[in-house]
T-cell receptor, first 111, second 113 residues
Framework: KQEVTQIPAALSVPEGENLVLNCSFT??????LQWFRQDPGKGLTSLLL?????REQTSGRLNASLDKSSGRSTLYIAASQPGDSATYLC??????????FGAGTILRVKS | DTGVSQDPRHKITKRGQNVTFRCDPI?????LYWYRQTLGQGPEFLTY????????KSRLLSDRFSAERPKGSFSTLEIQRTEQGDSAMYLCASSLPGYTEAFFGQGTRLTVV
């Protein structure tokens, strides 16, 4: 059974700092990995999708990498801002088109 | 608004009552998913439709839960005889065919009292 783990569970940083969120998964037979952002009480906003054949994806200040063989992904956020404060979730897509999520990293960026 | 739409956003119900939620996916997306999220956890897969066919159901989906997508467009999720343990955020997502990006709605927050 696929298990997704996100470290750290929570992170508090001063504005302007670069930071890295980690995601690991136990079964490397995935089709893609997706990073989401979730604001309190809201739905999920898709940030980046990395196909299993890709190594990384970039969008603005965000860069996500994928090492499928070792079961790891990282989300790098450059020059963090208070508006980046949210919960960040990673999810892997398995055969059958369902996403398996980690529990998330709660990020707080202090101004 | 061309995103995934869910209704209602919030629902408070008494234990034992039936509730129904609706999801309208992005119009060209033929795949639709339901997930459930409890506090402090990531979403958990419940069920998945391709067009009107329900292709997979999680063991989390007890016989009190039923989902439909009658014309391959919107979907409904019904919970019968609600229990306090059903209190959660119910999220709907949609995607194009293949292993493509999933887009989520704002969710329906269910509170069973």
């Amino acid at each position: 059974k696929q298990e997704v783990t996100q470290i750290p569970a929570a992170l508090s940083v001063p504005e302007g700092e670069n930071l890295v969120l980690n995601c690991s998964f136990t079964d490397s037979a995935i089709y893609n990995l997706q990073w989401f952002r979730q604001d309190p009480g809201k739905g999920l906003t898709s940030l980046l999708l990395i196909q299993s054949s890709q190594r990384e994806q970039t969008s603005g200040r965000l860069n996500a990498s994928l090492d499928k063989s070792s079961g790891r992904s990282t989300l790098y956020i450059a020059a963090s801002q208070p508006g980046d404060s949210a919960t960040y979730l990673c999810a892997v897509e398995e055969y059958g088109n369902k996403l398996v999520f980690g529990a998330g990293t709660i990020l707080r960026v202090k101004s | 608004d061309t995103g995934v739409s869910q209704d209602p956003r919030h629902k408070i119900t008494k234990r034992g009552q039936n509730v129904t939620f609706r999801c309208d996916p992005i119009s060209e997306h033929n795949r639709l998913y339901w997930y459930r999220q409890t506090l402090g956890q990531g979403p958990e897969f419940l069920t998945y439709f391709q067009n009107e066919a329900q292709l997979e159901k999680s063991r989390l989906l007890s016989d009190r839960f039923s989902a439909e997508r009658p014309k391959g467009s919107f979907s409904t999720l019904e919970i019968q005889r609600t229990e306090q343990g059903d209190s959660a955020m119910y999220l709907c997502a949609s995607s194009l065919p293949g292993y493509t990006e999933a887009f989520f709605g704002q969710g329906t927050r269910l509170t069973v009292v």
